[in-house]
């Protein structure tokens, strides 16, 4: 039972953090909160017994952020 | 406008210190991850991922020309080439056995336990695919800072051009 209270609690916090990306103006905070995204995803694979494709997404997690941050550079921080 | 480069070093004495502790942790942890990747989750890729995240980290920390793992341009994508020959040569070695392609059990090397045998083949397989994507991942960084800086520099010979 508890476990299945911390599961909708991270899913939940999935669903929140989408809304909060897609309604977000700044593109440089989408990409932070997109890592907070990619944390909770890492928890929720976890909870539901893939340890591997958690790594995975921990790892590639990092690695996209490290690369939109990069991109960032090129484009307007603010969309119209 | 010039500071903006990513190619130079904009660590501060925090970074440099942390890095110096990060970096070599990050890299034995990959290495275990691909050694160690039968028997726990993890894996080719993920190794790979992990080893690509130090370099990058060193990269970004460092500066660009005068960073420890100076791999680049190149060198990069013909490392992921030789990544790939690996993988393939793994397959070609177990024909040469004898037997099909990437069938473990024929790889022409006396040891008599089958098991040992698909470990070996694994592992063989698995270097492979941790270069592969070590390498790749580091090519991508580097056409996306290449890019950065060739733009940066347009953009600085046109200020000069206009005052």
Known sequence: MQILIIEAILLLFLIFITVCIILNKDILACTIIYSAFSFCAVLTYFMFGSPDVAFTEAVIGTMSTIFFVAALKKIDRWCK | MKNNSMKKAFGGLILDTSFRILVPFTLVYGMYILTHGEYSPGGGFQAGALVAVGIVLVRMIQGGDKDMFNVSGPMAVVC????????????????FGGGLFLDYGALPVPMHHLAELHALGILMIEIGVTVCVMMTIINIMDAIIERLDDDLEEEVECDGNNH
């Open chain 2, 80 to 95: 992921a080439g030789v990544g790939t020959f690996i993988y393939a040569g793994t397959g070609w070695l177990t024909i």
